[in-house]
């Protein structure tokens, strides 16, 4: 159990992809997406995972996480429980500085979207800003994964 702090942004370029010393192939789907929790099953490569999310603060930049590593097969199956609108999408890992970007290339209808999180301490916490890094969407709730997989970014046109 732990607080969640994290900033998010939206990608500009593909630059990302030089500098990344990690790539997987997520796939992930909602058990539940409303506003007041968020329960969701990922397969990350070979691992399946069970993930509860609380609600946002005001800001959006915190939330309560509890997440739980399940045998893959179990994962697997939970999708058929998931609500409409699966997401896939390659992750990036990228070291700057102290901080590690998570930069996520959506697949399917999402496709086209590049979206950067970043982890913090504290909300305050000062972090170094890659070039391509573009605006700051933490706290817009379209760009939340449970929303993404209502509202696909091809929708948004």
């Given at each position: 159990?732990?607080?969640?702090?994290?900033?998010?942004?939206?990608?500009?370029?593909?630059?990302?992809?030089?500098?990344?010393?990690?790539?997987?192939?997520?796939?992930?789907?909602?058990?539940?997406?409303?506003?007041?929790?968020?329960?969701?099953?990922?397969?990350?490569?070979?691992?399946?995972?069970?993930?509860?999310?609380?609600?946002?603060?005001?800001?959006?930049?915190?939330?309560?996480?509890?997440?739980?590593?399940?045998?893959?097969?179990?994962?697997?199956?939970?999708?058929?429980?998931?609500?409409?609108?699966?997401?896939?999408?390659?992750?990036?890992?990228?070291?700057?500085?102290?901080?590690?970007?998570?930069?996520?290339?959506?697949?399917?209808?999402?496709?086209?979207?590049?979206?950067?999180?970043?982890?913090?301490?504290?909300?305050?916490?000062?972090?170094?800003?890659?070039?391509?890094?573009?605006?700051?969407?933490?706290?817009?709730?379209?760009?939340?994964?449970?929303?993404?997989?209502?509202?696909?970014?091809?929708?948004?046109k």
């Amino acid at each position: 159990m732990a607080i969640e702090i994290e900033r998010k942004f939206l990608v500009k370029s593909h630059d990302f992809k030089q500098e990344s010393f990690q790539k997987k192939y997520i796939k992930q789907g909602f058990l539940n997406s409303a506003k007041e929790r968020v329960v969701r099953v990922r397969i990350k490569d070979d691992q399946g995972f069970l993930t509860i999310k609380g609600p946002s603060n005001t800001s959006g930049t915190s939330r309560f996480e509890w997440e739980k590593e399940i045998p893959l097969n179990e994962a697997e199956n939970l999708f058929e429980l998931c609500e409409k609108g699966i997401i896939e999408k390659f992750r990036y890992l990228v070291e700057i500085d102290t901080h590690i970007f998570e930069v996520d290339e959506f697949l399917g209808e999402n496709k086209g979207l590049l979206i950067a999180e970043v982890e913090l301490n504290n909300e305050n916490e000062i972090f170094a800003k890659p070039n391509w890094l573009g605006i700051e969407v933490t706290g817009i709730e379209k760009y939340y994964n449970s929303n993404l997989s209502k509202h696909p970014f091809v929708e948004w046109k």
